[in-house]
């Protein structure tokens, strides 16, 4: 192996996703400083390829307030909305956000500006009540698109069919108003054929997502789904639409192929291969996949990694010969993929199952999101009476360190390994 090449190259998703971040809250911070505008958006349906076309900054709230649990102060961002009146019980990233628009801005990776616009799906039902929140501090407008879902479990329909081709008109009309809103709110005229270069660098970033998820079917993995994949899926969001977003996904696929060419594993022993179902526990993101990779196990895929793309794991490509109708094809397709992540977890992960190779799945329902956390156990329930297949079902919040006991999973993940390996043993499998 080429040792400068391999230096070079492994690792370099991590490392450049890092630096796109920093680079992207540092200019984040510019625009707070000078006033400019902004528009604030979700991951499940951003529509940065509209918002793109007029230069408008994105902020992906969500993505801020996660940081504030990475980053270990999330308690206090909490602890200031819940003063303020907010529940307890409600998501924790809707609280966070308050707190960070309480303070102006102020966020432990730079400023945030205000928005001018916002503009988000149905996909969760707490993006509605969000979208409220803004329009009531900002005086901002705010702009719902509203995407039919699935009707049946498992059922989307496709081009070609009636039901798509009414779908596909109704969110066409809202994709043409939200253009000329963005017109008002800029003053900036609409320029088609700057959608179609968005068009094209989100296309690169689709297809790359799709690659890099279909590559860790290898045996070893390449990357881990829940820290690395959770750094690519950063970049996928804030960075759809534009070319840096593009250039990076080129270079992550050929990172991982050559990962898979070399034998490279995300870990050097990989023995258990599982799947991750929820929102990660950012308050001990580090810790928490440590009590996995110290066993042995690496996170293979995850249902988060498809719905928290806006359901770009589906590999949409937009036909630049008709942009708006393809944009709204494209953003009917992969944002009810992502609802259907989210409320049938059970046939994403038998989807999951059948192509990559999987030893155990880890259920992670949180108290802040009960979009991705309800019916949870009963898709544990369906999923073990038609696989045979060892499941781990493990309580606490992405958010929310009171909730997270580390002593207590810790205790739960051993003896999940713990039966993991006596299978192995039973089977003859070392
Ligand atoms: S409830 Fe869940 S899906 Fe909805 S905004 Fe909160 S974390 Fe996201």
């Not at 070319?243 to 991982?256: H, N, T």
Request: aromatic share 10%; net charge negative.
């Amino acid at each position: 192996m080429d040792a400068k090449k391999l230096e070079e190259i492994v690792g370099r998703g991590n490392r450049d996703g890092a630096q796109l971040f920093r680079d992207w809250f540092n200019s984040l911070t510019e625009t707070a400083n000078q006033g400019g505008q902004a528009a604030y958006v979700f991951v499940m349906g951003s529509l940065n390829e509209i918002l793109k076309v007029f230069d408008l900054p994105v902020v992906f709230p969500e993505i801020n307030s996660l940081q504030t649990a990475v980053r270990r102060v999330a308690h206090e961002f909490l602890g200031e909305a819940e003063d303020y009146g907010y529940s307890p019980d409600i998501c924790g990233y809707v609280k966070a956000d308050v707190a960070v628009q309480l303070r102006g801005g102020e966020h432990p990776m730079g400023k945030i500006p205000r928005p001018s616009i916002a503009v988000h799906t149905n996909a969760c039902n707490t993006y509605v009540k969000w979208g409220e929140i803004w329009g009531r501090m900002h005086k901002i407008p705010v702009v719902v698109i509203d995407v039919p879902g699935t009707r049946v479990a498992g059922g989307q329909t496709f081009p070609g069919n009636t039901d798509f081709e009414n779908d596909r008109r109704y969110v066409e009309v809202q994709l043409r108003e939200l253009i000329k809103l963005c017109e008002q709110v800029t003053g900036k005229k609409f320029d088609i054929d700057k959608l179609r270069v968005t068009l094209a660098y989100a296309n690169d970033i689709s297809v790359g997502w799709k690659k890099v998820l279909d590559l860790n079917k290898n045996r070893p993995s390449p990357f881990s789904a829940l820290t690395d994949g959770t750094i690519y899926l950063g970049v996928a969001n804030g960075f759809r639409g534009t070319e840096e977003g593009s250039k990076y996904f080129k270079q992550l696929v050929e990172e991982m192929e050559y990962k898979v060419a070399h034998g490279i594993g995300t870990l050097t022993n990989e023995r258990y291969r599982l799947l991750f179902v929820g929102v990660p526990c950012y308050p001990i993101f580090r810790r928490f996949n440590e009590l996995f990779t110290d066993k042995e196990g690496t996170f293979i895929n995850s249902t988060y990694l498809w719905f928290a793309s806006g359901g770009a794991n589906r590999g949409f490509e937009y036909d630049l010969e008709r942009p708006i109708e393809s944009l709204a094809e494209g953003t009917l397709i992969s944002v009810r993929d992502a609802m259907d992540s989210m409320f049938y977890q059970d046939l994403a992960l038998e989807a999951m199952i059948a192509d990559y190779h999987v030893d155990g799945i880890v259920f992670h329902p949180i108290k802040s999101c009960r979009t991705v956390s309800t019916g949870l156990a009963d898709s544990r329930r369906y999923l073990l009476g038609r696989h045979d297949i060892p499941s781990l079902f493990i309580e606490s919040d992405m958010m929310d360190r009171r909730v997270v006991s580390e002593a207590q999973m810790k205790n739960r993940v051993d003896a999940f390994f713990e039966g993991l390996a006596s299978r192995r043993r039973q089977a003859g499998v070392n």
